[in-house]
């Protein structure tokens, strides 16, 4: 009767436990990265416009490059623009990127889904003289579960590579001048 006592009272603990984390996590995971690139806006836009053209800089296609090779549909740019990809390396996953709006030059908004979380993509383009600042905002809203698994992570994991594929739009756009 004692071990049932003991086992009733540590389940009781641990779900308070995890109650607690699932309320004080947040509601959401945003990563927002930003980068100057010294390239013509409409060189940089197009590298995020077409779909088909991550695959020259995005860092997930070193992870896996069988992921660019397929799944495009709709139009080749812009409004429709679709990639669906499905990796067995786990750091890809499977999912789906559909751009949903599109101002040239300026900004464009993505629908995505990664595994079980969804979310929307934003991207800005601000240009200089010779330059463009772009910045990237990923924003995936978190269920009450997803707050402890795989929410609370989900942000820590991700960032390197968005960290990584603004670098290399970098150096890919401004390889191109």
């Excluded at 699932?22 to 390239?39: G, L, N, R, T």
């Excluded at 812009?78 to 786990?90: I, R, Y």
């Excluded at 992570?153 to 001048?177: H, Q, V």
Aim: proline residues 5%; charged residues 20%; negative net charge.
């Amino acid at each position: 009767m004692q071990l049932l006592n003991r086992l009733i009272t540590g389940t009781l603990i641990l779900g308070i436990i995890f109650l607690s984390a699932s309320i004080v996590s947040p509601s959401e995971s945003v990563i927002e990265e930003s980068v100057v690139i010294h390239a013509p806006a409409p060189v940089v836009f197009e590298q995020v416009n077409v779909l088909r053209s991550w695959e020259n800089w995005s860092e997930w296609k070193n992870l896996d490059t069988a992921v660019f090779d397929r799944g495009y549909s709709g139009q080749a740019r812009g409004v429709g623009c679709t990639h669906e990809w499905a990796s067995s390396d786990p750091r890809v996953g499977h999912g789906r990127t559909e751009i949903t709006e599109s101002e040239p030059y300026e900004w464009l908004k993505m629908d995505i889904r990664m595994g079980p979380v969804s979310g929307e993509s934003t991207w800005h383009f601000q240009s200089d003289v010779d330059s463009v600042f772009v910045s990237w905002k990923t924003r995936v809203p978190l269920n009450f579960t997803q707050r402890i698994w795989p929410g609370w992570f989900l942000t820590d994991a991700s960032e390197p590579y968005f960290i990584a594929s603004l670098k290399n739009l970098k150096a890919y756009t401004e390889s191109l001048r």
